[in-house]
């Protein structure tokens, strides 16, 4: 018997809206409605795209705009227009459904990192973007590493571009694995690359549609993007009869292995949904038989408790796939609720954390904050925890990208942007001006800047445009506190996280703050470590008082930092210790500003800042404060001049030390005829090839090894019919330009110009990511002809 089948339109009722935008203006949601996530991933790994398409499906847009047309909602920047790139993260509140998201849009060069790092701050969950034909990129594990840090409790993958030649589904989730992201990815759908068995056996490349396994349905996308949907049969002789897909399709003998496969994984993680899999009748359909209801509760709680990581995939260029990321990110990643600490309630006293600082010519300073107890309301004032100053709000914002929509508040959990504050910073905490004397207000946990690697010089072009230079570049270190501003001997400096960084910095201060200087040749930024004499155990500082002598004693052991010691990016690589053996905050982020720590804090800070042999930042140096001595009536303020002068003194009889210079990772992609070039060139610039073939070498000695695929369902390759490794079987015949990739570290000071350079070794075919792999110890000649570059041998 034929069965009809029924294709229903996808969300109708939202077709006849889209010629308006739809504001989430009332920021009043039930907070566990609320999802604060953010799109973060390796560059061109398609976040704004994505972001276009779920505004465009959630009837925000008419139409979605694109990255090559410098169109797109949230890259509203001339630069990010301009060069194709996200430079800043922006917030959208989408409403879908019932949940209320605040998206926040993410940049992918490692050069902007510290947006991720403020984004990955107030976050709760995240969706995780690769791009399926490369899998699992440098800056893929940059952003992980990144959400890890900040404790971002939920994530979703999204396997993107499955529409392009080489794309791979299971290459991969295969790469999941493979870089141990996670143990246990989870695959909720399967891309349907075509309805037709015979674009299949051609290799074409393609996605037209998706299989919904927990929902037990599949999506089908028109050439012009609209989507239906149609549930699948729920007994094994129904779905191979049905004619929902050709009984000889590469996917039907898949189907039902991949939905049992995910039902008993879950099932590891949930006693109730065990008993429920173990009560059903024997045979391949009982499996089938699952409802929706019965699956979710228990999806969601793997997912809480980072049992599983759920894996989903499309396209977001044709918008295939989005609806289903939407979807699973209000049923699955936490709300405020689901990761509220015991202070923080919607009726609690009022606590925020200022996340981003941003300047608008029309607006002024615009504080992107996210509130974590009780409710902020406009016109109200507000106490700085962490500078100790008050603040007046003069109105509270919803930020649409660069369109804003003026709200009478912001409830708990929800994100927002306030005007009028003028002092307050990245990683500031801000509580309600009412109960700051409050001994229970601390500091929220903030944002720590990623270290500068590059630096420049900024030239004024004459003496009156020094101020408004000053000035302009004090404002830009405030909205961006990856950028760093100091003079050397009478030489203005600006330090930041790369050669392109630094190149928006330029632009961004002539478009922005309309200054004229001249920007100097770039420089990679060196650090100088402990030298090895031995220091005089210097523990005192005299000074003067109100006409009298005042003695300070401050303890304190100095070390260099061991193999096995990590350093402390608050303290720029350093490892500093407080009385208690525990790492020292630093000195913005204590709660009490007069603490006398918080002052010692500040003149050990001062004093690693720059070296009395080189002026160079000191790092890898391990100081522990183990006591100090301040006289009765005496501010503790002083501490900060003893324990910068004692510090100083100590490191200056030690003698210059080693000097440190930043090398990154890269991962170089090439046809094998031009490989022997590109080593060659590698090592004489200094370079140290860690591996020629495989994905995953051993970085800095030590193992990688794979996540077992046992117990996970792993899909053949043939679901992905224009994959490699599918199209090698079946092409045999072609002889193709095989590819090697190079996997090696290399000083950052001799790959400024690698770009020109292996474009011209290569013969335009070469590709490369770049990443951080911290500082390192130079060798005695080049130690040389650092102290030359910087004028100090």
């Not at 590891?268 to 008993?275: A, P, T």
């Not at 509130?371 to 100053?389: A, D, E, I, P």
């Not at 790092?619 to 900060?640: G, Q």
Request: glycine share 6%.
């Amino acid at each position: 018997m034929l069965r009809r089948v029924l294709w229903l339109p996808v969300r109708d009722c939202q077709l006849k809206f889209l010629n308006q935008r739809f504001f989430a203006t009332e920021a009043h949601h039930e907070t566990s409605l609320i999802r604060n996530m953010a799109l973060v991933a390796h560059i061109d790994s398609g976040k704004t795209t994505l972001t276009e398409s779920i505004l465009h499906k959630s009837a925000y847009l008419a139409a979605p705009g694109s990255v090559d047309t410098g169109s797109t909602t949230t890259d509203f920047l001339p630069a990010e227009r301009e060069r194709g790139i996200t430079i800043q993260s922006a917030s959208i509140p989408v409403k879908w459904d019932k949940w209320t998201f605040n998206l926040i849009d993410t940049p992918g060069h490692a050069d902007f990192g510290m947006e991720v790092e403020s984004a990955s701050r107030v976050v709760d969950g995240a969706v995780v973007l690769i791009d399926s034909v490369e899998g699992v990129e440098a800056q893929t594990k940059g952003v992980w590493r990144q959400l890890d840090r900040y404790g971002v409790p939920t994530r979703l993958m999204f396997l993107n571009k499955l529409d392009r030649p080489g794309a791979s589904f299971r290459s991969s989730l295969v790469s999941l694995l493979t870089h141990r992201l996670h143990p246990n990815p989870v695959a909720l759908v399967l891309p349907v690359a075509s309805f037709r068995t015979e674009d299949y056996m051609r290799a074409e490349p393609g996605i037209q549609g998706l299989v919904d396994l927990v929902k037990w349905e599949i999506w089908k996308w028109t050439e012009d993007g609209h989507s239906t949907i149609q549930s699948l049969p729920r007994t094994v002789e129904e779905l191979e009869t049905s004619g929902i897909l050709p009984a000889n399709h590469p996917m039907m003998p898949h189907l039902v292995a991949a939905r049992t496969t995910l039902l008993e994984n879950l099932s590891m993680y949930s006693d109730e949904l065990m008993e429920h899999l173990l009560a059903l009748p024997p045979g391949p359909s009982s499996y089938l038989d699952v409802e929706m209801s019965a699956i979710i509760p228990h999806l969601r709680k793997a997912t809480l408790s980072n049992d599983i990581l759920p894996v989903l995939c499309g396209s977001a260029m044709k918008s295939i796939g989005t609806e289903l990321v939407m979807n699973y990110v209000g049923e699955l990643l936490a709300s405020p609720m689901d990761v509220r600490l015991d202070a923080e309630s919607t009726n609690g006293p009022l606590r925020l954390l200022a996340w981003k600082v941003s300047w608008d010519k029309r607006k002024g300073w615009m504080t992107f904050v996210r509130v974590y107890s009780g409710t902020l309301k406009r016109q109200s004032s507000v106490f700085n925890v962490t500078s100790g100053q008050k603040e007046k709000i003069s109105k509270v914002l919803l930020l649409y990208a660069a369109e804003a929509q003026e709200v009478e508040s912001l409830p708990y959990g929800s994100v927002g942007v306030i005007l009028g504050l003028k002092f307050t910073r990245t990683g500031d905490t801000l509580v309600d001006a009412r109960h700051s004397s409050n001994s229970s207000q601390t500091s929220l946990r903030g944002v720590v800047p990623p270290p500068a690697v590059m630096s420049a010089s900024v030239i004024p072009k004459s003496h009156s445009d020094l101020d408004p230079v000053q000035e302009a570049l004090h404002a830009l270190s405030r909205t961006d506190p990856s950028v760093r501003v100091d003079m050397q001997e009478g030489q203005l400096l600006v330090h930041g996280l790369g050669a392109l960084h630094l190149e928006i910095v330029e632009g961004r201060l002539r478009d922005e703050w309309d200054v004229n200087f001249e920007l100097g040749s770039r420089r990679v930024s060196y650090r100088e470590s402990l030298g090895p004499g031995l220091s005089s155990n210097v523990n005192n500082w005299t000074t003067e008082v109100a006409g009298k002598p005042v003695t300070i004693k401050i303890l304190m052991t100095m070390e260099p930092l061991a193999d096995d010691e990590q350093g402390d990016p608050v303290w720029d690589g350093n490892l500093v210790l407080g009385p208690s053996g525990k790492p020292l905050l630093s000195p913005d982020a204590f709660r009490d500003q007069l603490d006398p720590m918080a002052n010692i804090a500040r003149g050990l800070s001062s004093s690693l800042s720059n070296s009395p042999h080189t002026s160079l930042p000191l790092s890898h140096i391990k100081i522990h404060v183990t006591e100090y001595n301040l006289p009765r009536d005496i501010p503790t303020s002083i501490l900060a001049g003893a324990s910068s002068s004692i510090l100083r003194t100590r490191i200056q009889e030690a003698g210059m030390g080693p000097v440190l210079e930043p090398f990154i990772k890269l991962k170089i992609s090439l046809h094998e005829d031009t490989m022997g070039k590109v080593v060659k060139d590698l090592t004489e610039n200094g370079g140290e090839v860690l591996d020629l073939a495989s994905d995953t070498p051993a970085m800095d000695g030590d193992e990688v090894v794979a996540y077992s695929t046992d117990g996970l369902y792993i899909p053949p390759e043939g679901l992905s019919p224009s994959s490699a490794a599918s199209t090698s079987s079946k092409f045999s015949n072609d002889i193709p330009r095989f590819k090697r990739t190079i996997h090696a570290v290399a000083p950052l000071s001799r790959m400024l110009d690698y770009s020109t350079r292996l474009r011209a070794l290569s013969g335009g075919h070469g590709l490369f990511d770049m990443l951080n792999a911290g500082f390192r110890q130079v060798s005695e000649a080049r130690r040389l002809e650092i102290l030359r570059e910087i004028g100090r041998a």
